[in-house]
């Protein structure tokens, strides 16, 4: 993934220690695999989870993951495509922080 397409967390964080977000989406802070559902945010808070997307999803759906200061974050793709490729995600970047929206059956996720 090009580090374009990815913010650091300390980009997405406010001076009083919470998260800026460009829309209001609920924060949920994920300590044990989980699944997603749209229109959500995720601080990924414990090292080696899954967070896995959302089944069925349609175009425009977005799901936001930030993870903590480790590098194994797997982000299933629960029958979708990730960036047209059949494999789950991998964020292996220490806190970061990725959208992904829904686009086709062809593309499925994009980052953002």
């Known amino acids: 993934m090009a580090k374009s397409k990815a913010r650091h967390l300390a980009e997405m964080i406010k001076g009083d220690g919470t998260l800026k977000r460009s829309k209001t989406a609920p924060l ?39 993870v ?25 970047v220490a806190n970061m922080g990725i959208t992904l929206c829904y686009t086709n059956t062809s593309r499925g996720w994009v980052v953002l």
Do not use: C, H, M, W
């Not at 695999?33 to 425009?60: C, K």
């Not at 903590?68 to 964020?91: M, W």
């Open 68 to 92: 903590g200061n480790f590098t194994d974050t797997t982000v299933a793709r629960n029958g979708s495509k990730i960036a047209s490729a059949t494999s789950d995600l991998v964020i292996d």
């Open 28 to 66: 949920t802070v994920v300590s044990s695999s989980a699944t997603a559902v749209a229109s959500n945010t995720y601080y990924v808070d414990t090292a080696t989870q899954t967070l896995t997307l959302p089944a069925n999803p349609t175009a425009g759906q977005e799901v936001s993951v930030v």
